[in-house]
């Protein structure tokens, strides 16, 4: 068996890798690197393409393989997720007036060739899908060839959230030939997520006591739906005051349709719920000429690029008694967010707004930090162990971690292994 690394090593983005046995070829995901367009140069002579999860980075680069037919697995969510994310991207580029070859006929096709399977086989290769945390409908895949089995992680968490369970551990192979394993946060420990969540709710408690708006930007997928409920129980709890809330996404309201139908993929609480993701308090809205102020507001885009939350980040960032509320760790160089948080301005046509608006990071992430890498690695024993979907520091300090339980390597891009 041979694993190629084709993309999304030493760095986060770009996601691909190559598993050869007997002939047969299996790329596992298929992404492109944020802010990049769909590439065509990625190698395409596969027999199936799984995709671990939505997150363009994962799926992106599929649309280079549209007119191939090609066989993609993966969860019915992801599929559906993706589908949308692909048809926004394609709206972007042709609204933004950039050469973009591919339309809408494009993503049917990846629809229609699209598996919604558990598993797999090929000939000499088996292939399970586990779930893995993170967003709606996410997996690790396990692959058995040649009497060895390597597991490719993905993104993926081992703590629950309010809406999605983290990995169960129990379900995957023990002491794999090979684990392949993301390291986003290979050298960050964060503190527990309760109290990550206390901090959260006072930060917004605060605001609303100087009645001031919060802004909370958001993910279209999974991070919004996840926001919007986590803030909806709470108020429903008495643990917010009653506040009016709302999100504002076109993209993540039709995502939502998608969370409502499908509800297997999350925790047994939302599973008892009819509409669990049709919020008490939360409403969605249209446009911010909508939102009655004071306010939460949850929307696009995530770093503040684009959308409503730019708009009311311009508009909100001079006024000390609002708050805004980042959750993602990581930021883009260029992003709003970014400016906002560490030079305290943003550029509004040209000129420089000072913020005096509260600016907050509290990291509400889907990855696994350090230690739930470690814990990973310590149960599952694996014999070799190729770090990937890492900034080179970050894979670097879960190495040095992880050294005396595997055998490690940091592969470097277009690598090729043999198991
Ligand atoms: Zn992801």
Known sequence: MKIHFLGGV?????????VESNG??????????????????????FDVVIISHAHLDHSGNLLSLSRLNPVIVG?????????????????IQHLNGNHFPYNKRDVDNIRKSWWVRDAIALSGMQIRLHPAGHVAGAKMTSIKAEGKEILYTGDFCLHDTEILEGTKLE?????????????????????????????????IRDTI??????????????????????????????????????????????????????????????????????????????RTKQIKEPAIVICTSGFGHAGASLHLLTEWAANEDNSVMINSGYLPPDS????????????????????????????????????????????????????VHGEPEQAQALSEKISDITEVYIPEKRETIAM
Do not use: W
Not at 77 to 82: E, F, K, Q, W
Not at 221 to 245: N, S, W
Not at 360 to 387: C, N, Y
């Open 209 to 286: 006591e100087r009645e001031g708006n919060i802004l909370i930007p958001a993910f279209a997928f999974h991070r919004t739906q996840e926001m919007a409920k986590r803030i909806d129980q709470a108020i429903h709890e008495g643990v917010l005051p009653d506040y009016h809330a709302y999100t504002i996404s076109t993209l993540a309201h039709k995502i939502t349709d998608y969370f409502n139908s499908q509800r297997h993929f999350f925790t047994e609480e939302i599973q008892k719920q009819r509409h669990p993701f049709n919020y008490r308090h939360v409403k969605p809205l249209r």
């Open 24 to 45: 047969e070829k299996v790329a596992l995901d298929y992404g492109i690197k944020v802010g990049e367009k769909v590439s065509n140069q990625l190698r395409k002579d």
């Open 171 to 203: 379900g995957l192979p023990k002491e794999p030939d090979g684990l392949v394993i993301e390291s986003t946060y290979g050298g960050t420990t964060r503190p527990p997520r309760s109290k990550l969540v206390d901090q959260f709710f006072r930060q």
């Open 10 to 18: 030493r760095e986060v983005g770009g996601s691909c890798i190559a």
């Open 336 to 387: 709003p967010l970014k400016m906002a948080k560490e030079k305290g301005e943003l550029i509004k046509n040209g000129n420089k707004i000072p913020v005096q608006a509260e600016v907050e990071q509290i990291e509400l992430s889907g990855h696994a930090d350090q230690t739930e890498l470690i814990q990973l690695v310590e149960t599952l024993k694996p014999k070799r162990t190729f770090l």
């Open 75 to 91: 969860s019915e969510i992801t599929r559906d997720v993706t589908s949308e994310l692909l048809l926004d991207m394609i709206k």
